[in-house]
């Protein structure tokens, strides 16, 4: 499931206010000194950020010569908005997609005329044939509504079967998680690459809310640890970046076929993480 060599990915959030656009500017300057593959930027939930995806992600790629992915999503989209929102990507050069079903906002009622992110795929497969290279989700610790393992593999096994071109996962700490997910996904031919979601720890409060919310699993051990310190977060940021530097090692010495950070539009981490790992003059676009 590995690719000739492996496929580096940095994930932001479209910024809102003009201090958030510059500590994006600067962010994704530093990060495209290494060459990843690609960027990708979020959509918030229920597309409450459309528009600002939208210009972000066209800017990133002007600015940076990175290629840029957009998040999509099913939560509140028509296929009506859809068509016209990959249309405009496909007319500024965009050519990299990550489909999701997306968060349901507080509150809305709707999910909209897209229920899962296989129709997603599927539709945008049908309107733009293999233009776009579409990224899905994968979830190694089980999507937080899945009702069995089983069921939320065949759940992956039909955005790839709609025309997945690859998946990114969810973030975790355990990477047997990671490769026991794996070899399911080989078990039933799932053989599109399957990227590790990788969050670095820098805020314990923060990634509890976070894991909390996604079903991500921090372990006991971990969990431990970062309460121990308490508030002080320059030996959470020193041990956070151990663990993670540990867990990035071992999923690439295992075959993993990249990692994708999770930036919250920070360098810092993830540089740091980057240099630990000796990929600062490895990395081949």
Known sequence: MRQASPAYSFEFFPPKTEEGISKLTATSRALAAVKPRFFSVTFGAGGSTRDLTFGTVIELQKSSGIITAPHLSCISSTRENIREMLHGYRDKGINH?????????????????FRYANELVTFIREETGEHFHIEVAAYPEYHPQATSPDKDLENFKRKVDAGASSAITQYFYNPDAYFRFIDRCMSVNIDID???????ITNYFQLARFSDACGAEIPRWIRKRLEAYGENLESIRAFGEEVVTSLCKELLDKGAPGLHFYTLNRAEPVLAIWNNLGLATSQQN
Not at 103 to 109: H, K, N, V, W
Not at 194 to 200: L, R
């Open 97 to 113: 997609i990550v489909a999701l079903r997306g968060d349901m906002p507080s509150g809305m009622g709707e999910a909209g005329e």
């Open 194 to 200: 399957i990227v590790p979601g990788i969050m670095p």
